[in-house]
């Protein structure tokens, strides 16, 4: 049996590395946040292949002493913190001393700075482990880190790497996401020699209109709640500007970029009754608090945090945006209810709870704000493709002024959601059963059917997938490219297959078959936004349920989209068959019971 010794502080660093610096773009974040630690006004980077084969970030900071320099490359070693109580409430970008150390250990370094009060520069080189003595050097006061040939010593993970264009993406949204949150601080970026961004020093709103467009600005109102500590404010577009992705949602916490599902719960709560579940809302906000209340220890890139108080700081954050909304649009918003509850019968049920059977005036209430949802989701009308079955039990139907309508002929057999009679306002289906009316939200019924069929599809790993005859052509950002070139297997997984036809240009040459192809391209903006943003082992795992429910939104039939009788009852015979249908994928009933007794209460019969 091997004995057990200590690891080499080279192999220590180099597997740091891995988990650190993931990719160019992870070593420019904490460089950016070394500079930014450091006091820097000014702040400029240069890239080579991407980052690959040169990274370097040159600030005017405080500097770092010629006796120091070493130091600050050796692993562990920070002037951030130094006890349990700086760590628990830390307030600088960095604290860990485990970045450049890393960069050290895989990527030939270059270090340079000069203190305010050195005649000169001084500057140290590391190779492999092996430092330099410190030397003189030119340079202003402030501090210039240079990396090159990332990876150059450990071969099988730099084949993880991209192409120069994907990592240089990844390092150019890295670079937006710090130069938004200090917009006092000028920044510039060069790849390959030509300049990418000049940013000068300005305030937020500016800084804003520089980096996601003057069209944002017009479009979105100021965020301002201050409550003891806490300080929220930013600017959030209003529906208007409603986006079919999340790629302008950003969130700092005391400076820091975070992904918060504290935070993005509480966003989403305060757009729900104004804006279209399907479409996502633009923002960059900020939320100041005292450090001890947050942990920003949680993962070594400090993207993640864990609150203190985890349920007082949704309700401000939800709070502060509703009431801007709110305030904007001259309207009073109320607070949505939770839409986390879902069943756990194993079958359906199609036994009426009291919730579904329920009163004309108990009914009435839950339409109003059903009527409103469907008139939100009226945005097209395709043509139903889906449905292959047909019904014997109908006879004449006739359609009139929005409602059509067909004669039933029940049978002992009839199955618990009956047969449809007809539909209402292209909104719902309306069926008999032997106990008297059903009213079906379509939309939300259909959705519940196709999510279940993908979760099953997906779970067994047979996706069946449906070639495009014509490729369907979006534009898209430079980090949707990236994330095609990079996350192949993650999109075949789920039936997709994507590809890059020009550098601004995506193709959907096939799409997973139960979805629609009048939607394949909301359909894939949506995965690759869920791949970039977290990742294919966190989408395809923690957040399977919620990126295939979104999938299965994009396929549902829509309002006002005429459907025929059998097509009605196709809807109904798949509720039978699948889990959970009595409600939608967002919590919400998908029908109403309304028997005849009540129908008879309804017109005073036998009274």
């Not at 990719?23 to 950016?32: C, N």
């Not at 994928?585 to 007794?597: E, I, K, S, Y």
Request: proline share 4%; charged share 20%.
């Amino acid at each position: 049996m091997p004995s057990i010794h200590l690891l080499p502080d080279l192999l220590i660093n180099q597997i740091a590395a891995g988990e650190v610096i993931e990719r160019p773009a992870s070593a420019l974040k904490e460089l950016l946040e070394n500079s930014l630690d450091a006091g820097a006004t000014e702040i400029a980077v240069q890239l080579e292949g991407g980052g690959i084969k040169s990274l370097r970030v040159r600030d005017n900071g405080c500097g770092i002493d010629k006796e120091q320099l070493a130091l600050a490359l050796m692993r562990h070693a920070t002037s951030k913190i130094a006890s349990l109580d700086d760590l628990q409430r830390v307030a600088s970008m960095g604290f860990r001393g485990e970045a450049l150390a890393s960069m050290a250990a895989v990527a030939q370094v270059t270090l340079t700075s000069r203190t305010a009060e050195a005649a000169h520069a001084w500057q140290v080189e590391a190779l492999d482990g092996s430092l330099t003595e410190a030397a003189p050097a030119a340079h202003a006061q402030g501090t210039s880190f240079e990396m090159r040939e990332l990876y150059f010593n450990t071969p099988a993970r730099r084949k993880f790497l991209k192409s120069e264009n994907t990592e240089f993406a990844w390092c150019e949204e890295t670079f937006k996401r710090i130069a938004l949150s200090r917009p006092d601080v000028a920044f510039s970026l060069q790849h390959n020699g030509k300049t990418k961004w000049q940013l000068a020093s300005q305030d937020l709103s500016q800084r804003i209109k520089a980096i996601l467009g003057s069209e944002f600005g017009q479009y979105a109102v100021t965020v301002e709640r201050k409550i003891g500590p806490l300080h929220l404010y930013g600017i959030a577009a209003l529906p208007a500007y409603s986006r079919s992705t999340r790629d302008e949602q950003y969130f700092f916490i005391n400076g820091r970029f975070v992904r918060d599902k504290v935070l993005m719960h509480a966003v989403r709560q305060a757009y729900q009754d104004i804006l279209h579940h399907q479409r996502h809302p633009a923002f960059v906000l900020f939320l100041d608090m005292p450090p001890e209340q947050v942990d920003v220890n949680v993962h070594p890139a400090k993207s993640e945090v864990r609150f203190r108080e985890s349920q007082g700081i949704h309700q401000f954050v939800f709070h502060g945006l509703q009431d801007a909304l709110s305030a904007t649009m001259q309207e009073t918003t109320a607070t949505p209810a939770s839409t986390s509850q879902e069943h756990v019968e194993a079958r359906p049920s199609f036994t009426p709870t009291e919730q579904q059977r329920i009163p004309f005036g108990a009914a009435e209430r839950q339409a109003t704000y059903r009527v409103w949802e469907a008139q939100s989701q009226a945005l097209e009308t395709p043509s139903v493709g889906w449905v292959e079955q047909s019904d014997t039990h109908q006879s004449s139907s006739q359609t009139n002024d929005g409602y059509r309508f067909a004669q039933p002929i029940l049978q002992n057999t009839e199955h618990p959601l009956g047969y449809a009679l007809g539909q209402l306002s292209g909104i719902y289906i309306l069926a008999q059963n032997q106990q008297g009316l059903i009213v079906v939200d379509m939309h939300a019924a259909h959705e519940r059917i196709v999510y279940e069929r993908l979760k099953t599809a997906f779970d067994a790993q047979q996706m069946p997938t449906q070639q495009l005859m014509i490729p369907v052509t979006f534009g898209a950002d430079a980090l949707d490219i990236a994330t095609v070139e990079e996350e192949q297997q993650a999109l075949q997984k789920l039936g997709f297959e994507l590809a890059p036809i020009s550098t601004s240009t995506l193709a959907v040459r096939a799409m997973p078959a139960m979805l629609k192809q009048s939607h394949a391209e909301a359909a894939a903006r949506e995965v690759l936004h869920e791949l970039r943003d977290f990742g294919a082992s966190r989408a395809l795992t923690e957040r399977r349920n919620e990126l295939l429910a979104t999938l299965a939104c994009h396929s549902a039939v829509r309002a006002n989209q005429q459907l025929s009788i059998p097509e009605m009852n196709a809807i109904l015979r798949e509720m039978e068959q699948t889990e959970r249908a009595d409600q939608c994928n967002h919590g919400r009933p998908t029908w109403f019971q309304v028997t005849l007794a009540e129908l008879d209460a309804m017109f005073m019969r036998g009274q």
